[in-house]
């Protein structure tokens, strides 16, 4: 290239990636600041001017609402959990299981508890408007997330009282009531020993 031929821009986003970017960068900063981040903050933290922001979102309240929609979607869980590994035992794959759960309900809780610790009160269930129930689809989120755990017992099929799905619904739906009571619940692997060998030694 010559020093005269005109250089080639890097494509620009979409304006849904450039909201979705936006929201990433958002996400920490509200779980730390609630409602007190401001905009300027979360445009330094992207590295683009702050009238960006307000080029995809309305105003500071939409884009609070879509950061409460992104802290309450399940697919990036649904990803990690089809990612872990097949080559290891039974109680590792679910080991990794337990983890991504953990890590996205402490990720959602803290996001929504600091944003309703700071007065963002009476903006839908989740305190994300109306868009963020709107998107919220539980029964496909639980359906994706028991299909993905389902595969990980695959490998043992043969051996399971019961087909895959039920047995990874059982699995969820005691370990979200482990991570409930995590303070004064057993620990993880005693947990898991239970849940795989049951509770009589014999």
Same mark, same amino acid.
Do not use: W
């Given at each position: 290239? =010559?020093?005269?031929?005109?250089?080639?821009?890097?494509?620009?986003?979409?304006?849904?990636?450039?909201?979705?970017? &936006?929201?990433?960068?958002?996400?920490?900063?509200?779980?730390?600041?609630? =409602?007190?981040?401001?905009?300027?903050?979360?445009?330094?933290?992207?590295? &683009?001017?702050?009238?960006?922001?307000?080029?995809?979102?309305?105003? @500071?309240?939409?884009?609070?609402?879509?950061?409460?929609?992104?802290? %309450?979607?399940?697919?990036? +869980?649904?990803?990690? +959990?089809?990612?872990?590994?097949?080559?290891?035992? /039974?109680?590792?794959?679910?080991?990794?299981?337990?983890?991504?759960?953990?890590?996205?309900?402490?990720?959602?809780?803290? +996001?929504? !508890?600091?944003?309703?610790?700071?007065?963002?009160? !009476?903006?839908?269930?989740?305190?994300?408007?109306?868009?963020?129930?709107?998107?919220?689809?539980?029964?496909?989120?639980?359906?994706?997330?028991?299909?993905?755990?389902?595969? %990980?017992?695959?490998?043992?099929?043969?051996?399971?009282? /019961?087909?895959?799905?039920? &047995?990874?619904? &059982?699995?969820?739906?005691? %370990?979200? =009531?482990?991570?409930?009571? @995590?303070?004064?619940?057993?620990?993880?692997?005693?947990?898991?020993?239970?849940? /795989?060998?049951?509770?009589?030694?014999?």
């Amino acid at each position: 290239m =010559t020093e005269n031929a005109p250089r080639r821009r890097a494509p620009g986003m979409s304006p849904e990636q450039r909201r979705e970017m &936006i929201v990433q960068t958002a996400l920490p900063l509200v779980a730390e600041h609630g =409602t007190a981040v401001t905009t300027a903050q979360i445009a330094r933290a992207a590295g &683009i001017g702050e009238a960006t922001i307000f080029r995809v979102f309305a105003d @500071k309240d939409e884009l609070l609402d879509a950061c409460v929609a992104a802290a %309450l979607r399940t697919e990036h +869980v649904v990803a990690e +959990v089809a990612e872990i590994p097949m080559d290891q035992p /039974l109680a590792g794959r679910l080991a990794e299981v337990a983890a991504a759960l953990d890590a996205y309900l402490a990720r959602m809780g803290a +996001v929504i !508890g600091a944003l309703h610790s700071t007065g963002r009160q !009476g903006r839908g269930a989740h305190g994300g408007g109306r868009a963020a129930d709107a998107g919220l689809d539980r029964d496909t989120a639980q359906r994706q997330l028991v299909e993905a755990v389902a595969e %990980l017992f695959q490998p043992e099929r043969s051996e399971l009282r /019961l087909e895959p799905e039920a &047995i990874a619904s &059982i699995f969820l739906g005691m %370990l979200f =009531t482990r991570t409930r009571r @995590k303070e004064d619940g057993p620990a993880l692997d005693d947990f898991l020993e239970v849940f /795989l060998h049951g509770a009589l030694t014999a």
